[in-house]
């Protein structure tokens, strides 16, 4: 009998199949795409829902500010 793969191994083999085809594409091999780990959650209710789009859809815009983007000079200044 064939075992379903977890959630983790989901992710896993997802954000490591796309890093490949990244790098392979980009002609970058070793580069990390992802960062390491994930948030694993059961979204209950719509609103919880909606709130974890909303996340997701500004989340992009927070990468200027982040500490681990190199182009942020006074993030980069903090560690």
């Known amino acids: 009998m064939t075992r379903k793969p977890t959630l983790g191994q989901i992710v896993a083999f997802h954000k490591y199949e796309t890093t490949r085809r990244i790098n392979r594409a980009r002609n970058m091999a070793g580069t990390r795409f992802w960062q390491r780990g994930f948030y694993e959650h ?4 719509q609103r919880e829902l909606d ?5 997701i859809i500004n989340n992009p815009r927070q990468w200027a500010l982040d500490r681990d983007n190199p182009k942020n000079i ?3 200044m903090t560690q």
């Not at 059961?42 to 209710?45: A, K, M, P, S, Y």
Request: aromatic share 8%.
């Open 51 to 55: 709130a974890i789009r909303r996340y």
């Open 42 to 45: 059961i979204v209950r209710t």
């Open 74 to 76: 006074a993030g980069s």
